[in-house]
C-alpha cells in the first residue's frame, strides 16, 4: 500500500511542476535522489504516465513529457496520429479496426514483454478493479490496451494503436458507452481483462490472442448490434 501512495505521489509531483509539454524529464536514479523513494517507485509512476499517454520513452533517449489536449488526450507526434486525425471515421469502424487489430498486439506482447510490462500490466489491473464509476474505469480499460500496445516494442504497431486512440476520441460516440458500460458489464470486462493478462504472463500467444478476440468480440456485439 505505501508503494502506491509513493507512485501516485511521484505521478502527481510530475504532473504538477509546471514542466513544459516536450520537456525530457530526469533520470530514475536523479528523480528517485530528489524525491526520496526508490528507483522502482519511480519505474512504476513513469510506467503508469505512459499508460496514460502523459510520458513517451524514446529508446537511447530517455523520457518526455507529452503535451495534453484541451480535451485531455495525449498529443503524440507522428504521420500516424495526423492521418487519424485527418479521418472522418464512425463509432462502428473504430470498433470494427479494434477487433481486427487488438488481439495481434495481445498475442505479441505474449511473445515480447519484459518484466517492466508486466509490471505495468498488473498495475493497470489494479487500476481497472478499483475503477467505481464509467469515468474510472474507461480510463483505467483504455491505459490497459495501451500498455498491451506498448508491451509488443514494435514501434509500428504502438504507432497504429496511438492512431485508433485519435480516432476514438474524435469520433462522435454521443451516449453509446455509457449505455454498453454498465456496472453489470464492468464486472465482466474486469474478468476478461484478466484472462488477457493472465495468458500474457504466461507467454502463451495463442491463449493471449484469444482472450482478446473473445474480450473484443462481446464488444463489438454489443455496440455494433445493441
Known amino acids: ?3 502506491d501512495v509513493n507512485v501516485e505521489m511521484v505521478r502527481s509531483h510530475l504532473l504538477g511542476t509546471g ?5 525530457k524529464l530526469p533520470t530514475e536514479r536523479v528523480l528517485a535522489e530528489q524525491l526520496g523513494v526508490s528507483r522502482n517507485v519511480i519505474r512504476k509512476a513513469l510506467s ?4 496514460e499517454g502523459r510520458v513517451m520513452r524514446k529508446v537511447g533517449s530517455g523520457t518526455y513529457l507529452v503535451k495534453q489536449t484541451a480535451g485531455g488526450a495525449a498529443e503524440r507526434a507522428g504521420p500516424a496520429r495526423a492521418q487519424a486525425e485527418a479521418l472522418d471515421v464512425s463509432p462502428k469502424q473504430i470498433v470494427e479496426a479494434r477487433f481486427a487489430f ?3 498486439l495481445a498475442s505479441l506482447a505474449a511473445m ?3 518484466t517492466l510490462d508486466l509490471e505495468r500490466l498488473a498495475e493497470c489491473a489494479r487500476r481497472y478493479h478499483n475503477a467505481d464509476n464509467f ?15 506498448i508491451a509488443t516494442h514494435n514501434p509500428l504497431l504502438i504507432s497504429a494503436y496511438e492512431a485508433f486512440m485519435t480516432a476514438d476520441a474524435q469520433a462522435e460516440w454521443g451516449s453509446i458507452r455509457q449505455r454498453f458500460l454498465t456496472a453489470e458489464r464492468r464486472v465482466a470486462s474486469r474478468k476478461e481483462h484478466d484472462k488477457i493478462l493472465a495468458a500474457i504472463r504466461s507467454r502463451d500467444a495463442a491463449a493471449a490472442f484469444g482472450a482478446a478476440r473473445e474480450h473484443l468480440q462481446y464488444i463489438t456485439s454489443a455496440l455494433l448490434h445493441p
Open 102 to 104: 487488438e488481439p495481434n
Open 112 to 114: 515480447n514483454c519484459t
Open 48 to 51: 503508469v504516465m505512459e499508460t
Open 135 to 149: 469515468d474510472a474505469y474507461e480510463v483505467a480499460d483504455e491505459g490497459f490496451h495501451r500498455a498491451i500496445a
Open 1 to 3: 500500500m505505501k508503494n
Open 19 to 23: 514542466t513544459t509539454a516536450g520537456a
